[in-house]
């Protein structure tokens, strides 16, 4: 493309220079024309060869002018290729490369840019998810907090609240002016320094037990450091231990009822033998000393074989054979095995099937061993001529047994106690009517193996009624 740029400057040249040499010979003609129109007036004949000479020397000078002008006309073409023509036509050939090149500049800067802003949106993210992970862990902790039976307080070195839960808070009954470590524990009159906690938690006690109300609360202190390792607070963790206080004291008490118990019978026993070992008694005196011996060690191995059965519930190892029975059939059955200790009270005792109750589906035994319990403390506690009445109904899906008697009844703050193990209202009436405490608990654990219920209502003076609930189903 650019050779014909070059052909067509060289050609413009060479037009103009034709068109100058022209219309220089048509100027030359002119003159001659004029000079030969003078010789045809004159006729002169010098002035005739003087006109020779000057076409003459005008052809050479345009001639030379020709030359002169190829020449100059050649060199500015090859100035202008060189100078022009030649470094547009690098530029040309070179634009597509640069163009390529600039293109190449660019997509690699627009990369980088890409991966740049692909870099930052990632680390955005993983700055979110982190966030949104702390978030989730920080709203974790506080619902565990909030919802822990446990209190928990959380100190800094200042001894001031970080945070507290709602458990702490009902615990220790605080209020809004307890709001540091010693106001709170100066007010539990606990003897606690936060400074021997936190710098000294190995030399220290960092658990206290303390009675706030009707509760036993244990107290557990412990101190937590930052990320650096170095101490930051006092954490104290309250628990409430009540229940465990009051199973440990029924446990005691429960070994010394046992041991009382056991105590009782073989102190008479051993005394009778040995009144019997020291002299010689008539008949009369050694049979009356038997029947006692004999009546200890009846009383003593019933007690130890109540303590065996409600052992053997305690560790589910009782057995719970079930089968359908009628319960209606049971509950006469029971009655007429108590009929002669109802005969010698001269009591008045009726049985009455409510309903067509169903089979029930049970341990027959142990349900039979509830009934006998239940109608014998019935018997028991009613005094002679009174009135007990059997009911034996069904109603939705469980039939029950109820028992209402007119006999001396039960203390209103005693009744929460009854199903406690060796838990008499009377002591010293229970033991002389012989029996050893446990009935009421077998009763309530047989039941609870046969996913049943016992409930007892009563007024002392006026009677006690109980109501059994076993599923038919």
Request: with cysteine; glycine share 6%; net charge negative.
């Amino acid at each position: 493309m650019l050779k014909n740029v070059q052909f067509k400057i060289i050609l413009l040249f060479s037009i103009l220079g034709i068109c100058l040499i022209l219309g220089m010979g048509m100027l030359s003609i002119w003159n001659m024309k004029e000079v030969m129109l003078e010789v045809a007036t004159l006729q002169d004949k010098l002035q005739v060869i003087e006109i020779g000479n000057q076409m003459r020397n005008t052809g050479i000078v345009t001639m030379i002018f020709v030359t002169l002008y190829g020449v100059a006309a050649i060199m500015i073409s090859l100035f202008m290729s060189q100078s022009i023509l030649n470094p547009l036509s690098k530029m040309i050939k070179a634009a597509p490369k640069m163009v390529e090149g600039e293109e190449k500049k660019q997509g690699k800067k627009k990369k980088e840019v890409d991966e740049i802003t692909n870099a930052f949106d990632r680390m955005t993210n993983e700055v979110q998810e982190n966030l949104n992970e702390v978030q989730r862990q920080k709203k974790q902790i506080e619902t565990i907090l909030l919802h822990m039976t446990d209190g928990i307080i959380a100190f800094n070195m200042e001894g001031e609240i970080t945070h507290i839960n709602p458990a702490a808070t009902e615990m220790l009954h605080l209020t809004q002016s307890d709001n540091s470590f010693d106001k709170i524990f100066e007010k539990l009159h606990i003897d606690i320094n936060l400074e021997k906690t936190i710098y000294l938690e190995d030399w220290t006690s960092s658990e206290q037990r303390i009675h706030v109300g009707d509760k036993y609360l244990n107290i557990l202190f412990a101190s937590f450091k930052d990320e650096k390792d170095r101490p930051s607070g006092v954490m104290a963790v309250i628990q409430d231990i009540t229940e465990h206080v009051k199973l440990d004291n029924m446990r005691k008490e429960f070994v010394a009822d046992v041991s009382h118990e056991l105590k009782t019978p073989i102190t008479s026993i051993m005394g009778y033998a040995d009144t019997l070992l020291e002299g010689e008694y008539d008949k009369e005196t050694q049979e009356r000393f038997l029947n006692v011996i004999a009546g200890e060690a009846r009383r003593m191995a019933k007690l130890v074989s109540d303590l065996l059965t409600l052992s053997r519930y305690d560790n589910n190892k009782a057995k719970q054979e079930k089968e359908k029975f009628d319960l209606g059939n049971l509950v006469k059955r029971c009655q007429e095995k108590l009929q002669l200790e109802i005969n010698r009270k001269n009591h008045h005792v009726e049985c009455f099937v409510t309903a067509n109750v169903p089979p029930v589906y049970a341990n027959k035994d142990g349900i039979e061993r509830v009934v006998l319990n239940i109608l014998t403390n019935s018997i028991k506690y009613t005094p002679e001529g009174g009135i007990i009445k059997i009911y034996v109904g069904f109603v939705y899906n469980d039939a029950y047994i109820k028992v209402i008697d007119n006999g001396i009844g039960i203390p209103e703050e005693d009744l929460n106690r009854i199903f406690e193990r060796f838990y008499r209202v009377d002591k010293a009436r229970t033991r002389e009517m012989g029996g050893s405490g446990l009935g009421l608990s077998i009763a309530k654990e047989i039941l609870n193996q046969n996913h049943g219920s016992i409930d007892i209502k009563s007024e002392k003076g006026k009677g006690t009624e109980v109501v059994v609930r076993i599923p038919t189903k």
